[in-house]
């Protein structure tokens, strides 16, 4: 059966609390009747009361024709979710524009994904992956995996000063949109890509930003240092990378937003304003 499907097939009740009541009614009826039809309802009714939290504007066409396995738990563009967890060993696969996260502990699929965390920024499209609680991750086929996705332009690990979190990024080609999907027994993460229905004009985007440096602790510490300003690490058109802060429409913005940073006592290293095509990478 395909996500689409499993979709297709869950009512979505008008009320939580008629969820819930529906649900538990129908666990008695299992209970006594041992109904295999009767506990694949009570499955979808559980799925329905879960979906509720989706932020995926189109989700039959995030579940569509893709086989999965699995209960699952939610659909989002951005957000977080998993279990805290520690020692999980990290393996992937992929099929045309869809990636499977899998994850394993002690030689075993694990029931649940590890903690994580999906953002999305702009200029260039990209989506930020972290994960919490990973001891093994087998990177270089993670990046050949990813790469093989049509609608991938790029890959790269960000450092972050963590020994049991790993973050890793997926730029996108022009025009691409996407979801992510979790799911527990056993537990993984789909990422699917497909295209945008309503594509985007390039346009200038103006960000606060270092200087680039070499991928290493320098620039971990530097992300860690303004992440509280919703920073993020950026590979440049010549393969070093940079923490930028903003991505405004406007250079007024920046400005201000510059003003704010170096007035801080922490503020050492210097930051510049920059900008560059929303389908571009900086220089």
Not at 45 to 68: F, G, Q
Not at 84 to 106: C, H, K, M, Q, Y
Request: some cysteine; proline content about 3%; overall charge negative.
């Amino acid at each position: 059966m395909t996500g689409k499907e499993r979709y297709d097939n869950i009512e979505i009740p008008a009320r939580l609390s008629e969820v819930i009541q529906q649900a538990q009614q129908r666990g008695r009826m299992e209970k006594r009747r041992r109904n295999v039809l009767r506990r694949s309802t009570l499955t979808a009714a559980c799925a329905a009361a879960i979906m509720i939290t989706v932020n995926v504007p189109n989700v039959a066409m995030a579940l569509s024709d893709v086989p999965v396995i699995g209960s699952i738990v939610k659909v989002l563009q951005i957000g977080s979710g998993g279990q805290r967890t520690d020692g999980v060993s990290v393996t992937t696969t992929a099929e045309e524009n869809t990636l499977n996260i899998n994850f394993s502990l002690n030689g075993e699929q694990t029931s649940s994904a590890p903690a994580y965390t999906v953002d999305y920024k702009a200029a260039p499209d990209r989506l930020i992956f972290s994960f919490y609680g990973v001891r093994n991750l087998d990177y270089m086929k993670l990046q050949e995996d990813i790469k093989g996705l049509s609608n991938v332009k790029d890959v790269y690990n960000n450092v972050i000063l963590d020994d049991s979190a790993f973050r890793f990024v997926v730029e996108l080609k022009e025009n691409i949109n996407y979801s992510v999907s979790e799911y527990q027994q056993p537990g993984y993460i789909q990422l699917k890509l497909f295209g945008a229905k309503k594509p985007e004009q390039a346009h200038d985007v103006y960000y606060v930003r270092s200087q680039a440096m070499e991928q290493g602790e320098s620039i971990a510490v530097l992300d860690e240092q303004y992440a509280g300003d919703d920073s993020s690490v950026i590979k440049t058109k010549q393969g070093k990378f940079i923490v930028a802060m903003g991505g405004f429409n406007t250079r007024e913005e920046a400005e201000q937003l510059l003003q704010k940073l170096s007035a801080r006592e922490d503020y050492f290293e210097p930051l510049h304003i920059d900008h560059w095509m929303s389908n571009a990478s900086p220089e």
